[in-house]
């Protein structure tokens, strides 16, 4: 605010001076005439003051109610964030247990599919064994499948004994003989690395080398008894027998599903299936409740940590709230300060004026007088 400090000059209000001249008297008024007019200025700056004044107290009472409003709608606004922290809080507990619950749930469910497995595995390994125990019982009664399995046997025993025979010849002849002495030099090659006396690419190369020649034997067996006629025959002969009889057992598994001592251990294996199918169900139910309660638990205590941070943001704008408000009802006392003083600079400066004016016209008169008469 601009204080006024304005300097009037005085003069002694006294009856007309007798005795001064025309230019003096001159002067005289016209100091009075600045005088006033400097007084003028001075209750036109007052006012202007009392007016920021007024405007700034009207402001400032403004921003007061406003900041009020504001301050208890916060306020509100925090209580409610409290409560909802503390309702969130409370069902963070619960949400937990739930989840541990849950989880603790899915091992049982597990274990009852263990449990399904083998309880299933046994009862197909129920059915194989009934089949089994059926084909051989078939294989002792039935007169055509006997003579199927006479047929292979016979058929086994003529080309074993063909086998044999070939080979036989076979041990005997040079070639096989110096095959024979190779592999068995490399054998011993490899038996005295792996006991120390090489390292491992030694050793990993001796071991190749001993089963080529392994393999080299094997491949003049396999030649041999390519070449015998009689092997061949007795290959072809078995391969006859064996389709014959594989014939027969697929005409027997056909039918095995129809076999009344079949029917106890199929429903075993339907029913271990369903029960299997039943676990596996359960457990995957399991694991998505146990899914969604973890979700709930990471949901509440997400809450709960927004719940906190806007607790903080609240409580964070009340005191900012208060601190302007503070600085609103400073601002409100300081204007009225300066209105009332701007009101006691025009009371007085009001005064000063009607002295100034009164001094103006015992000037004017002097100075009219002195124009008349010269003195």
């Given at each position: ?16 001076c007798?005795?001064?001249t025309?230019?003096?008297?001159r002067?005289?008024t016209?100091?009075?005439?600045q005088?006033?007019?400097a ?5 036109g ?19 007061q109610?406003d900041?009020?409003?504001?301050i208890?709608?916060?306020n ?8 909802r922290l503390?309702?969130?809080q409370?069902?963070i ?6 989840a ?12 009852a599919?263990a449990?399904?497995?083998?309880q299933?595995?046994?009862a197909?390994?129920?059915v194989?064994?009934t089949g089994e ?9 039935d007169?055509?499948a006997?003579?199927?399995v006479?047929?292979?046997?016979a058929?086994?025993a003529?080309?074993?004994a ?7 010849a ?7 003989a110096q095959?024979?002495?190779t ?7 490899v ?5 120390g ?6 050793l ?17 067996k396999e ?5 015998d006629?009689?092997?061949?025959a007795?290959r072809?002969?078995?391969q006859s027998?064996n ?16 076999n009344?001592e ?5 429903a075993?294996?339907?029913a271990?299936?369903?029960a299997l199918a ?6 995957k139910t399991?694991?998505?409740a146990?899914?969604?309660a973890?979700a709930r638990?990471?949901?509440a ?8 941070a806007?607790?903080v943001q609240?409580d964070r704008d ?6 302007d408000l ?5 601002d409100?006392?300081?204007a ?7 009101q ?32």
């Amino acid at each position: 605010m601009v204080r006024i400090h304005f300097a009037v000059a005085v003069f002694i209000f006294s009856p007309m001076c007798w005795g001064i001249t025309l230019d003096q008297a001159r002067r005289e008024t016209e100091q009075a005439r600045q005088n006033l007019e400097a007084i003028d200025r001075a209750i036109g700056i007052s006012r202007g003051n009392g007016q920021r004044a007024d405007r700034d107290l009207e402001d400032a009472r403004r921003r007061q109610n406003d900041l009020s409003q504001r301050i208890d709608i916060a306020n509100s606004t925090l209580s409610a964030q409290k409560e909802r922290l503390t309702v969130v809080q409370k069902t963070i507990p619960d949400a937990r247990a739930a989840a541990d619950s849950a989880r603790n749930a899915i091992a049982p469910k597990q274990t009852a599919i263990a449990t399904g497995a083998k309880q299933l595995e046994a009862a197909q390994a129920g059915v194989v064994q009934t089949g089994e125990r059926l084909w051989k019982q078939y294989l002792s009664t039935d007169p055509g499948a006997q003579a199927a399995v006479e047929k292979q046997s016979a058929a086994q025993a003529k080309l074993d004994a063909a086998v044999a025979a070939v080979l036989d010849a076979l041990e005997k002849s040079p070639a096989f003989a110096q095959a024979l002495a190779t592999a068995a030099a490399n054998e011993e090659k490899v038996k005295a690395l792996r006991a120390g006396k090489g390292d491992a690419q030694q050793l990993a190369d001796a071991s190749t080398v001993w089963m080529r020649s392994k393999n080299e034997i094997e491949k003049l067996k396999e030649s041999a008894l390519a070449k015998d006629p009689a092997v061949q025959a007795a290959r072809t002969e078995l391969q006859s027998a064996n389709a014959v009889l594989a014939a027969i057992k697929s005409a027997f598994d056909r039918n095995l599903a129809g076999n009344p001592e079949m029917s106890q251990p199929l429903a075993s294996v339907q029913a271990e299936t369903a029960a299997l199918a039943g676990a596996r169900a359960d457990l995957k139910t399991a694991q998505t409740a146990a899914t969604a309660a973890e979700a709930r638990v990471k949901e509440a205590t997400a809450a709960e940590s927004a719940a906190k941070a806007s607790l903080v943001q609240v409580d964070r704008d009340v005191a900012g709230l208060r601190r302007d408000l503070a600085t609103a009802q400073n601002d409100q006392r300081d204007a009225d300060q300066r209105g009332r003083q701007a009101q006691t600079d025009q009371d007085r400066l009001v005064q000063d004026r009607n002295r100034a004016q009164q001094m103006l016209r015992v000037k004017q008169d002097q100075e009219a007088r002195v124009a008349r008469t010269g003195k």
